[in-house]
């Protein structure tokens, strides 16, 4: 229902962007938002974004070099991800949450995309 894309390799410093398409089903009226697991460790958030938009949530890692947004229809999630870094490697996972306001626990998400994975070379 969540399809993760854009994942692959990359060196410090660069610029991708990730997309989340939703599949089968609308998710109007949910929140969104961004998970990332690197290897050995727990699942840890990086942005949400409220349905209508109007507020995001930021990991304090990656506050000011990622942007979190929707396109128009709402459809596609995206995370613009700037000045990469080695410490950015892992799975990135797009998630649904059945609420209008953002939230960076990971219990509150009911959807989950499969992950894509993303590694960052020094």
């Known amino acids: 229902q969540l399809v993760e894309s854009g994942g692959g390799l990359g060196q410090a410093g660069d610029s991708l962007i990730l997309s989340c398409a939703e599949s089968?089903?609308?998710?109007?009226?949910?929140?969104m938002g961004w998970f990332r697991q690197a290897p050995g460790k727990e699942r840890e958030f990086v942005a949400a974004?409220?349905?209508?938009?109007?507020?995001?949530s930021y990991a304090d890692s990656v506050k000011g070099r990622f942007t979190i947004s929707r396109d128009k229809a709402k459809t596609i999630l995206y995370l613009q991800r700037n000045t990469l870094q080695p410490e950015d490697t892992a799975v990135y996972y797009c998630?649904?949450?059945?609420?209008?306001?953002?939230?960076?626990?990971?219990?509150?998400?009911?959807?989950w995309g499969h992950g894509t994975q993303v590694t960052v070379s020094s």
């Open positions: 974004i409220r349905w209508s938009g109007s507020s995001t």
């Open positions: 089968e089903r609308t998710f109007r009226g949910y929140a």
């Open positions: 998630a649904a949450e059945r609420a209008s306001c953002v939230s960076a626990d990971k219990r509150t998400y009911d959807y």
